[in-house]
């Protein structure tokens, strides 16, 4: 059914940049809308980045200005292009598809990867 593989993360000095990726498989009708989500410590996990089947993209307004996201349907790629990145940036980072219910940033997701770990000193 449908397989979302995060890769990508690593370990990025204050001020750095990051790409991730997440290689998507799967029915395209869940493969519409898709979103970046991440988990810092302490903290709830948060969506900051999601695009839709036009491709026009929304921001948590932590990340807006510094984060893109992108997707290649030929490739069937998810990327979150990282820049001017700083320590609360640091935690695990997991693409999503097929929204189920609620808001882009805040809904419900169905499909999930298994995240890939992005650490900012």
């Known amino acids: 059914d449908v397989q979302l593989v995060e890769s990508g993360g690593g370990s990025v000095q204050t001020g750095g940049s990051l790409r991730l990726s997440c290689a998507f498989s799967?029915?395209?009708?869940?493969?519409?809308?898709m979103a970046w989500f991440r988990r810092t410590p302490g903290q709830e996990r948060e969506g900051i980045a999601y695009?839709?089947?036009?491709?026009?993209?929304t921001y948590a307004d932590t990340v807006k200005g510094r984060f893109t996201i992108s997707k290649d349907g030929t490739d069937n790629v998810l990327y979150l292009q990282m820049t001017n990145l700083n320590v609360e940036d640091t935690g695990m980072y997991y693409c999503?598809?097929?929204?189920?219910?609620?808001?882009?940033?805040?809904?419900?997701?169905?499909?999930w990867g298994q995240g890939t770990q992005v650490t900012v000193s």
């Open positions: 999503a598809a097929g929204l189920v219910r609620g808001s882009c940033l805040r809904g419900e997701y169905m499909h």
């Open positions: 799967g029915p395209p009708a869940k493969m519409s809308y």
């Open positions: 695009i839709d089947d036009m491709g026009r993209p």
